[in-house]
């Protein structure tokens, strides 16, 4: 999570995580990425948070659903309008106050899809000159469409990033808690068999103190008999 504004650096970092990969090509390919990323997964293990203030895989997938739908308005406005205003947005609250938590993450992620669909077909056929034009973004200034399309699919191999390492942190977190249970369950079966063993070595403890007591009256006993013939 990341409630602080998207800076002119971020959006750099954004961009160079393509690592020379065509940004469109990426685009095209990014929900089915993170699709295959999923593959087998449970919505338990999807919505599982690695630690608190971290967003689980359901999440991100929210969060990219919303990203691409007002991607998709301002790749319009400015592919339509001179100088167009671009709003920034707080990514955390549109994660926590929409709702997210009455929505399965299979849903999600066809939204995102379908919403990617819908961009990619209007950037192949708007004219190559459209690219160049830019619409003013209230925290990052002039921003082209070529920067928008480079930043977004940059976005996606990052957060791609962020759901291999919080499903390997869930795979690491249940095999730990595993562990910890054959170790209770081993503790606990330890303690049962001491405290059965217990009582027959209080027994033969009892049984040996009591011997020298039992030879002591049975030679009193021999004594009296000897002593009365």
Known sequence: MNAAPTTPATADKYAQALDGRDPLASMRKGPKRT?????????KELAWRPAPGKWSVKE??????DGEIILGSRLRFVAAMDDAPLPGYDQDLFVTRLGVEKVKSKALLAAWESARALNVALLDRLPKGAFARTGLHAERGPESIERMVAMYAGHDCLHEAQIERTLAEYDAARRARKLERKAAKVAKKSSQGAAQSAPKGADKRRKDASEPKALKKADKQLEAILAAR
């Open 35 to 43: 699709k295959k990323l999923l593959k087998g997964r449970s919505e």
């Open 60 to 65: 991100v997938l929210a969060h990219h659903a």
